[in-house]
C-alpha cells in the first residue's frame, strides 16, 4: 500500500477527495481545468458510494474511476490519443457478464485492444463465482469493482458491446454496438457460470479476431 493510500484511510473522505483531485489536477494539466477535475471526482465519489456496501476503500476505488473518466473524456475530445481499439463492455450490474468479458478480451487481446467495462445500475460487488471461475483460468479479477455507466466511457469507445442492459447505453454516430444475448450469472452455480464463461470467451475470441485479425 503506498504513503497516499495508508493515509487517504486517516483522512475524511472529503479532505482525501481533495487530495485526489490534486494528484488529478497535476495529472491532466493543459488538459482539463480545475473546475472539471473536481467535479469528476466528487461525482465519482458519490456514484460508487451509491452502490457501496462498505466505503473504506472508496477513495482508492474513486482514484481508479475517476482517472479512468477523465482519460475517456480526454480521448474522446481528442486530447489523448489512443494506438488501440477501445472496447466497452455494458450490462446491468456489471457483475458479471461485462466483467467476465472484459477481463477476457484484456486477457487475450494482450495489450493490442483497451478494455472497459459498466453497469446500468452497479452492483455493490462482483459475483463471487464470477470471481472464481476466471481464477480457474488464470485470470485475477478481485481488485475489479462494479462501475456506472458513464456517458465519457461511452464516447471513448470504438465498440460497445451491450449484455441485457436495454437501451441503457446512449448511441453516438461512428462507433460499432453489438448486443451479446448471454444468460446473466447472478445467482447461478458455479458450474453454470463456467458454461457462461465459455461462451463469452468464444464471442470475446472472435471479437479480438476482427479487431485484430493479423495477430488474433
Known amino acids: 500500500m503506498t504513503a497516499d493510500k495508508a493515509l487517504s484511510g486517516l483522512l475524511t473522505p472529503e479532505a482525501a ?6 494528484r488529478l489536477a ?15 471526482v466528487f461525482e465519482s465519489y458519490t456514484a460508487l458510494a ?3 456496501s462498505v466505503t473504506t476503500h472508496l477513495p482508492v476505488l474513486t482514484e481508479r474511476f475517476a482517472t479512468d ?48 467495462s459498466a453497469g446500468s445500475l452497479p452492483a455493490a460487488s462482483i459475483d463471487d463465482a464470477v470471481v472464481v471461475a476466471m481464477a480457474e483460468i488464470g485470470i485475477d479479477i478481485t481488485a475489479e ?22 437501451d441503457a447505453c446512449p448511441i453516438y454516430p461512428g462507433k460499432r454496438y453489438l448486443d451479446w444475448q ?3 450469472p447472478a445467482g447461478l452455480t458455479l458450474g453454470e457460470v463456467r458454461a457462461i464463461r465459455g461462451q463469452i470467451d468464444e464471442r470475446v475470441r472472435a471479437l479480438l479476431a476482427e479487431l485484430q485479425p493479423a495477430t488474433a
Open 17 to 22: 477527495l481533495h487530495r485526489l483531485a490534486d
Open 26 to 40: 497535476e495529472r491532466f494539466t493543459g488538459v482539463f481545468a480545475r473546475e472539471t477535475i473536481d467535479r469528476y
Open 50 to 52: 451509491r452502490s457501496a
Open 69 to 116: 473518466r477523465l482519460t475517456a473524456l480526454a480521448q474522446a475530445k481528442g486530447a489523448i490519443e489512443s494506438s488501440v481499439c477501445e472496447v466497452l463492455f455494458v450490462c446491468v450490474h456489471n457483475a458479471g457478464r461485462s466483467q467476465l468479458a472484459a477481463a477476457l478480451l484484456a486477457h487475450r487481446g494482450a495489450g493490442r485492444v483497451h478494455v472497459r
Open 145 to 166: 469493482f462494479p462501475k456506472p455507466l458513464t456517458d465519457d466511457v461511452v464516447r471513448a469507445a470504438d465498440v460497445v458491446v451491450t449484455m441485457g442492459c436495454g
Open 182 to 184: 448471454v444468460r446473466d
